[in-house]
């Protein structure tokens, strides 16, 4: 008899049934050995790991409340025209220092200001040591470099306190610290002022030296000496060539020689080359 394959089919199903059987068993056995694990590893992680507290939520506002923001930088001619909202605030200022006979001032050009107007100068009546230092910096506007005038950048509050005496101002600007005290530069045109600081073009010569470039006006029947007390510090001006300088004078003196005869002598200090 020719055997027939209907016979194959029985056996496989048996095996696969066999094999499904058997893996299903060991897939049971691995699962509770896990289990069984798990009950004996658990109470050990428990008593050893500590338990983490709760995650806080930032807050950057309270972050950053132990900061203070920078003063602002205001146009001085802004803070005449508003000082209602600058009362009693600290901002940086630029402006022009003034020493008066009388008291300091700071002013602006571009806007000027009656004498009912003015912003006197002042200082906190408490002042650690540091800032009195700093202070002690406005001196050097009264000296003969400066002319009683200075281009400063400063720190401090305007008051709504006036005064009207000897010292007469409608606000006061109290100083609390001193960034910058620069002269104040005029553009030279033929004329010179003591205590006044210029901008100028000048020409070397080894025979003639230093001279300004136009030369200054004289007056009749005087002649004219310009002594530059530090010329010895820049070496670059004792070579033939044309340069801009800037250079404050110190002094303007005039003395009559003979009848019709005067002598002028200036002190000037140059300052830098630009």
């Known amino acids: ?4 394959l209907r016979t194959n089919g029985p056996l ?13 068993q060991q897939a049971s056995a691995a699962g509770r050995t896990l289990f069984c694990l798990a009950l004996l590893v658990l109470p050990v992680l428990s008593q050893r ?3 983490l507290p709760r995650a806080t939520p930032l807050n950057f506002g309270e972050a950053y409340a132990g900061v203070t923001p920078a003063p602002p930088t205001i146009e001085f001619c802004e803070m005449v025209s508003h000082p209602e909202r600058y009362f009693d605030k600290q901002v940086r200022l630029v402006a022009q220092y003034q020493i008066a006979a009388e008291g300091s001032y700071l002013v602006d050009e571009r806007c000027p200001l009656s004498h009912d107007q003015q912003i006197g100068v002042g200082s906190p009546e408490v002042l650690d040591e540091k800032q009195r230092a700093r202070l002690n910096a406005l001196r050097t506007i009264s000296s003969h470099e400066y002319g009683g005038r200075a281009m400063v950048t400063v720190l401090g509050m305007l008051r709504n306190i006036s005064r009207h005496d000897f010292v007469w101002y409608q606000y006061r600007f109290d100083i609390l610290e001193v960034e910058k005290i620069e002269p104040v530069i005029s553009a030279y045109e033929g004329e010179l002022q003591a205590g006044m600081t210029y901008r ?10 230093l001279s300004l470039t136009p030369a ?3 007056s009749e029947h005087h002649a004219m000496r310009i002594n530059w007390i530090n010329l010895h510090k820049f070496p670059e001006l004792s070579k033939a060539g044309k340069h801009r300088i800037l250079f404050t004078v110190l002094s303007d003196e005039i003395k009559q020689m003979t009848e019709r005869r005067w002598n002028r002598s200036l002190r000037c200090k140059i300052l830098r080359i630009e």
Do not use: Y
């Open 1 to 4: 008899m020719t055997p027939t």
């Open 12 to 24: 496989q199903n048996h095996a696969s049934v066999s094999f499904l059987s058997m893996h299903s």
């Open 49 to 51: 790991l500590p338990i």
């Open 200 to 209: 100028a073009p000048v020409n070397s010569d080894r025979d003639l030296g």
């Open 216 to 218: 200054p006006r004289i």
